[in-house]
């Protein structure tokens, strides 16, 4: 499975985003797909997924502020994120784990989001 993530950019804090991830290869609706992200000087943080099942766990800290979706017709996860504030610039990757597996077995190449105060 091959994972290309995009939608990053530059936005004012308020402001909104989308990132897309395209997957190619692979039985996508089988795999639960996440989104992560990775701040200057800080781990990688889980943001939200989107399991097979349909279930969508949200880390707090974005709660009713981000939603994750999926189209699997078109092999695609989106993160569509409003209400930015500057503590979202982080470079944020796209990722697939297989259904039955705990950890994650692909990542996309991540894309740059930038939220000026």
């Known amino acids: 499975v091959q994972l290309q993530a995009s939608g990053g950019g530059l936005v004012q804090a308020g402001g909104s985003l989308r990132l897309s991830c395209a997957a190619s290869?692979?039985?996508?609706?089988?795999?639960?797909m996440g989104w992560f992200r990775q701040a200057p000087g800080k781990e990688r943080e889980s943001v939200a997924a989107?399991?097979?099942?349909?279930?969508?766990p949200y880390a707090d800290s974005v709660k009713g502020r981000f939603t994750i979706s999926r189209d699997n017709a078109k092999k695609t996860v989106y993160l569509q994120m409003n209400n930015l504030k500057p503590e979202d610039t982080a470079v944020y990757y796209c990722?697939?784990?297989?259904?039955?597996?705990?950890?994650?077995?692909?990542w996309g190449q991540g894309t740059l989001v930038t939220v000026s105060s």
């Open positions: 990722a697939a784990r297989w259904y039955k597996n705990d950890e994650y077995d692909y």
């Open positions: 989107v399991h097979w099942s349909g279930r969508t």
């Open positions: 290869g692979g039985t996508f609706s089988m795999y639960t």
